[in-house]
């Protein structure tokens, strides 16, 4: 069956049903993410699911940081029915009210992992611009994405131990992609790429404060050129009624990122940050610091994990857990590289008042990149 629900409405933008990719690249992907916090540090989880509807393949993990451990729930099914049906097993995300808010439910399962959650947007959505990464003739990524920072309610279970979330201080964020992307080690046919043609130098900074938002990312070459920049300072809302649409018209955009990382010895992850933008509308410059509290590895999603990458085939339905100590993580390792690190940051604006909020430091950082002395593929300069 090709036909969804979907078809139904007028938004095609090909001939073919919705089902059916405008692509026949069997990376093609549809995926949601999803981050939150406690605003005193003590609690971080992530959510992740996706469709790769040329794989036929449907995969999602939640991973959450409590007392120095992380926790992490992988499944992955056969893709059947409805695209719209987001549901991996005893998992399934609702979309409650589009660009506003979503439901994340994980049932009883035979991992004991379960949670009942509900993400809210504090803010509008940010849209990040199309961007691709790869080779002069095939990108290997081609995506776009949008952002949107809120609010969490509900519980998470893991090991037994239940965890309430209080929608007061419970904050987070949504990012939402689509386009194609390397998935399961990507096509390993052909030549091998150049070194710098591998090169990738990624920071996503999504940053909640109590009146505001503030939104950095940007993709740069293995020079320190800009592939892909976005950034905005975002009011924010205290209900959903309040959210003033898709985006929001009070937004201040933002242009010419800058960075100062500050590195562990030995190592490519930062336990610091110096960031700043300026202005689309009169070029003032906004910047903000951002220090470590401890660090959210990205393979308790699938990111890059050695036996649950994306797309990965695991058979009809499957499922499993784990768990590692946050502070016995080998830094160097390839799989580790790819973090989002929970930072407490601190924002003073024009008018010289200071706040202090959290968020996260996402970082990816492969291959050489010239403006840090980084050579080879995931190594560091002593």
Not at 153 to 168: H, K, M, N, V, Y
Not at 298 to 318: D, S, T, V
Not at 376 to 381: A, K, N, Q
Request: aromatic share 10%; charged share 25%.
């Amino acid at each position: 069956m090709v036909l969804s629900r979907f078809d139904d409405y007028p938004i095609h933008q090909t001939p073919d049903p919705l089902a059916t990719p405008a692509t026949t690249d069997k990376d093609v992907y549809e995926r949601y993410w999803f981050n939150g916090y406690d605003t005193s540090g003590d609690l971080f989880f992530g959510i992740g699911t996706a469709l790769y509807p040329h794989l036929a393949i449907r995969d999602c993990g939640l991973s959450l940081v409590v007392d120095g451990v992380q926790h992490a729930f992988h499944a992955s099914c056969r893709a059947t029915g409805d695209p719209a049906d987001q549901v991996v097993g005893p998992f399934r995300l609702e979309i409650l009210e589009p660009m506003r808010s979503c439901r994340i439910v994980l049932d009883d399962n035979e991992t004991g992992a379960r949670a009942d959650l509900v993400f809210e947007g504090r803010t509008a959505n940010v849209e990040e611009p199309r961007h691709h990464w790869g080779g002069a003739i095939r990108r290997t990524m081609d995506t776009t994405r949008f952002t949107q920072m809120g609010r969490w309610s509900g519980w998470i279970e893991f090991d037994g131990r239940r965890i309430e979330l209080d929608p007061a201080t419970t904050r987070g964020t949504k990012d939402r992609s689509w386009g194609h992307r390397p998935i399961d080690g990507g096509d390993r046919r052909g030549a091998p790429a150049p070194p710098t043609q591998n090169s990738l130098f990624f920071l996503w900074a999504p940053i909640n404060f109590d009146d505001l938002c503030i939104h950095y990312q940007l993709f740069e070459d293995s020079e320190g050129r800009p592939l892909s920049t976005v950034g905005a300072l975002l009011p924010t809302y205290d209900a959903l009624d309040d959210l003033p649409g898709i985006e929001d018209p009070a937004a201040r955009h933002m242009r010419n990122h800058v960075h100062r990382l500050h590195f562990d010895e030995g190592s490519r992850l930062a336990h610091a940050a110096d960031l700043a933008f300026s202005a689309t509308d009169d070029g003032s410059l906004h910047e903000f610091r951002l220090d470590r509290m401890y660090s959210f590895r990205m393979k308790g999603l699938g990111y890059h994990h050695p036996e649950w990458g994306h797309g990965a085939w695991k058979g009809e339905m499957a499922m499993t857990v784990e768990q590692w100590d946050v502070d016995g993580v080998d830094d160097t390792a390839y799989e580790n590289q790819h973090c989002q690190h929970v930072m407490r940051a601190t924002y003073r604006d024009q008018a010289g008042v200071e706040r202090v909020g959290i968020g996260v430091l996402e970082q990816l950082i492969l291959g050489p990149y010239r403006p840090y002395g980084l050579e080879g593929f995931i190594t560091r300069p002593s």
